[in-house]
Nanobody
Framework: QVQLVESGGGLVQAGGFQRLSCAAS????????MGWFRQAPGKERDFVAY???????NYADSVKGRFTVSRDNAKNTVYLQMNSLKDEDTAVYYC????????????????WGQGTQVTVSS
């Protein structure tokens, strides 16, 4: 059973940057496809970024060109580098393991972490 722990959130100014980490324990991390999602108050959990076990990546249109997902299998960790942050990026960010289904559908995923809050101030 894999467990995920996100870290790296906090308060950042608009235009700034932040790097989130998602550390996995248990399971076989190198075989997992991983996703990042975010949820703002009163809103649904939205897809942010995806990285497959072999490094294929996809992004939500809203973050394309600003966010970069990566992974370090030796450290059992997936990262989300967020640049040029905007107010609308404020949310709790979650990582999860992809199951069977479309990569951008949160219902596809399991083993969610507890989330890390990112707050962008203007």
């Amino acid at each position: 059973q894999v467990q995920l722990v996100e870290s790296g959130g906090g308060l950042v100014q608009a235009g700034g940057f932040q790097r989130l980490s998602c550390a996995a324990s248990g399971g076989t991390f190198s075989s997992y496809d991983m996703g990042w999602f975010r949820q703002a108050p009163g809103k649904e959990r939205d897809f942010v970024a995806y990285i497959s076990w072999n490094g294929n990546k996809n992004y939500a249109d809203s973050v394309k060109g600003r966010f970069t997902v990566s992974r370090d299998n030796a450290k059992n960790t997936v990262y989300l580098q967020m640049n040029s942050l905007k107010d609308e990026d404020t949310a709790v960010y979650y990582c999860a393991v992809r199951g069977i289904g479309y990569y951008s559908d949160y219902k596809t995923y399991h083993s969610w972490g507890q989330g890390t809050q990112v707050t962008v101030s203007s």
